[in-house]
């Protein structure tokens, strides 16, 4: 399969092995009760689906999880480290959002008021049968403030494999 190199940790994957995960980064606040992150998936699709088709059913699980106020502000097809992907940015009450969860989840969110609004980056790409989403969350509030280091982050982005 590979090597992966992950900030300091090497691995070598053996052939026979699939790397499907996920890695969470988390940008610097001034609030401790505030993390802005970003999280990166990648799987490896089973068949191949074309980029609108696998947005859009992206889209739709997002927008059937019932979160009050959740609106969609702006979605586009942008250019990614050479590779075509989809954009959606959104927002919503934190505070919905913690009435859809369990007892445990929620008392994680005891400090979230309502009104306190997120807003969200959702990026997909496909290459051959390889998906790779990101979501960035940053406060509302604060978006323009995360969105610029965000956007400097994807400058950097490259699809390898």
């Given amino acids: 399969m590979g090597n992966i190199n992950f900030n300091g940790i090497e691995m070598v994957i053996p052939e026979n092995w699939t790397d ?3 890695m969470t980064f988390t940008l610097p ?6 993390k802005p ?3 990166l998936t990648k799987e490896r699709l089973p068949q191949p689906i074309d980029l609108k088709t696998y947005f859009f059913k992206i889209k739709e699980t997002i927008q059937k999880r019932g979160i009050k106020d959740f609106k969609i502000s702006d979605e ?3 250019i990614l480290g050479g590779v075509k992907a989809m954009q959606m940015i959104c927002s919503w009450d934190v ?3 913690k009435k859809l969860l369990g007892p445990q989840q929620q008392k994680q969110m005891a400090d979230v008021k309502p009104g306190q ?5 959702q990026i997909s790409i496909l290459k051959d049968q390889l998906a790779i989403n990101m979501t960035a969350s940053f406060p509302a509030e604060q978006f323009d403030i995360y969105y610029r280091p965000f956007q400097n982050f994807l400058k950097t982005f490259k699809v390898a494999a």
Avoid: L
């Avoid at 606040?29 to 505030?34: E, F, G, L, R």
């Avoid at 609004?117 to 980056?121: I, R």
């Fill in 37 to 39: 992150n970003i999280i």
């Fill in 76 to 78: 586009r097809e942008i």
């Fill in 29 to 34: 606040s001034p609030d401790p009760k505030v």
């Fill in 20 to 22: 499907q995960g996920m």
């Fill in 117 to 121: 609004h997120v807003k969200q980056v």
């Fill in 95 to 97: 505070s919905a959002m």
